[in-house]
């Protein structure tokens, strides 16, 4: 549990600097867009017809569009990377927090039919003490008996 929370807080800060980051490439992103829309709608060619250059300078604004496409697709890669190595290390304490209990488990199930077995003894000296003391119950009751009946013969 002490490995989950580490390994957590030394993942919070490059999760959010990610983030920030992302945020950041997004909006750059945006940015490019509208100069693209900019140089896409521009047209200085005679008769208001788009020029070479104009075509030009528009191709230029989409490499660059698809260049901060190109990092903020690296960016969510890395941030897909950290939250599954996140989920694994998760996933790796439950399974020895589980596995934990399960041994736990069968310590607590041994203890118990030690405990039952010891409780078996217990009844069965009990039944022992219980025989022995009708037996000698009876016996000290015949002996009486046949002692009473010698003394009144006599």
């Known amino acids: 549990m002490k490995k989950l929370l580490f ?3 030394l993942m919070f800060p490059l999760i959010s600097f990610a983030q920030e980051k992302l945020e950041k490439l997004v909006k750059e992103r945006q940015s490019l867009h509208q100069r693209w829309k900019a140089a ?3 047209k200085s060619g005679i008769f ?3 020029t070479k250059k104009d075509m030009i300078e528009t191709n230029d ?3 660059r569009i698809i260049l901060k ?6 960016e969510l890669e890395m941030l897909k990377n950290i939250e599954t190595t996140e989920i694994k290390y998760e996933k790796d304490d439950y399974k020895f927090i589980a596995q934990k209990q399960e041994q736990d488990i069968g310590k607590l199930k ?6 039952d077995e010891e409780i ?4 069965n000296s009990k039944r022992t003490y219980e025989w ?5 119950f009876i016996c000290t009751g015949v002996l009486g008996y046949l002692f009473y009946k010698l003394k009144s013969k006599s």
């Open 40 to 42: 896409e709608s521009q």
């Open 48 to 50: 208001g017809n788009r």
């Open 61 to 63: 604004w989409m490499e």
């Open 7 to 9: 390994i957590a807080l």
């Open 120 to 123: 078996k003894a217990i009844k």
């Open 69 to 74: 496409d190109n990092q903020i697709m690296d």
């Open 132 to 136: 022995t003391t009708l037996i000698f």
């Open 110 to 115: 041994r203890a118990l039919l030690e405990k």
